[in-house]
């Protein structure tokens, strides 16, 4: 039976939650928790070379299927590898994206059909769900330019903003689906306003929580 707590990021593009899972994991691991991080795509060796794969700038006939095929096996590695031996130990597992990218990037905003990525994704994941779910709330057009400003384009970003805004829609629509478990966080404040709504939903987990 699992045991651990297995806690998602997600949200457009440059809608920092990088940040916020680093000061997540200092404040679980605070509490005196075991707590690990992994992103999506990649997180282990194998998964890592697909990630390359995917974001390649140079590979811009992926077909849409297979961009989705190549998120679902890079998921599967890290998820019998990595997540669900932690979670089996006990641990708290902090992942940077997961299955509901899918459901928005291919599933919504590729218009393959959400129903699609979750029959692949249910094989892929052995049907594991978080158990909390942090969607960034933030305007794509905000998001984009804090992320350019960061760092150079990957072929995913250079995507044009319709794309982005299309992604945003499809976060909202997975939120409204999954109510209980998505938690909607408004990034558009200060780094600690964003963590300070994380903490608070954490803090009750963390109280029910018994390891
Ligand atoms: P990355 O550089 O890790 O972006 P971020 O820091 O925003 O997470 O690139 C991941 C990209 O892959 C991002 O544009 C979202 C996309 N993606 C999907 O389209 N489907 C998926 O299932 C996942 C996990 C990511």
Known sequence: MQK????TFEGGDGSGKTTQINLLRDYIAGKGREVITVREPGGVPVSEKIREIILDRNNTEIHNITEMLLYAASRAQLVSQVILPAL???????????VDSSYVYQGFARELGIEVVKTVNDIATQKLVPDITFFIDLDPVIALKRRLDLSKPDRLEMEDIAFHRKVYQGYMK?????????????????????????????????CRYKN
């Open 4 to 7: 651990g707590l297995f806690i």
């Open 88 to 98: 089996n130990d006990g641990k708290c597992v902090i992942c940077d994206r997961f």
């Open 174 to 206: 997975i939120a409204g689906m999954y109510p209980g478990r998505i938690k909607r966080i408004n990034g558009s404040g200060s780094v600690e306003d964003t963590f300070s709504q994380v903490r608070k939903y954490i803090d009750e987990l963390l």
